[in-house]
């Protein structure tokens, strides 16, 4: 059973930072593909951070250096790093895991598991 749980999110000031986590359970102890997404409501689901099974992270350029992603593997746990927080980032963020096409990769439809996820509201 696959279980993905995100937590972390609530409310933050502009230019603030913020730390989410997303503890995952696998079928096995396979270390898969595993991604950021965001979304507010009326718009796509957009990826803003990708790590594969190695660590090397991908990003897109507009969030290069305010995000990072990293992850524990013996805490199975996945984290997102946020920082200079600015209003256009609230959104709803998800955990994703298990690419089906190559990795890292920032598209949604790449993954088949996902997590419920958790808001992040900034306020300027």
């Known amino acids: 059973e696959v279980h993905i749980q995100e937590s972390g999110g609530g409310s933050v000031q502009a230019g603030g930072s913020r730390r989410l986590s997303c503890e995952f359970s696998?079928?096995?102890?396979?270390?898969?593909?595993m991604a950021w997404f965001r979304q507010v409501p009326g718009k796509e689901r957009e990826g803003v951070a990708s790590?594969?099974?190695?660590?090397?992270?991908m990003y897109p350029d507009s969030l290069k250096g305010r995000y990072s992603i990293s992850r524990d593997n013996a805490r199975k746990t996945l984290y997102l790093q946020m920082n200079s927080l600015k209003s256009d980032d609230t959104a709803m963020y998800y955990c994703?895991?298990?690419?089906?096409?190559?990795?890292?990769?920032?598209?949604?439809?790449?993954?088949?598991?996902w997590g419920r996820g958790t808001q992040v509201t900034v306020s300027s």
């Open positions: 696998l079928t096995d102890d396979y270390i898969p593909c």
């Open positions: 790590l594969d099974r190695a660590g090397a992270p």
């Open positions: 994703a895991a298990y690419s089906q096409n190559g990795c890292p990769t920032l598209l949604r439809s790449d993954y088949l598991r």
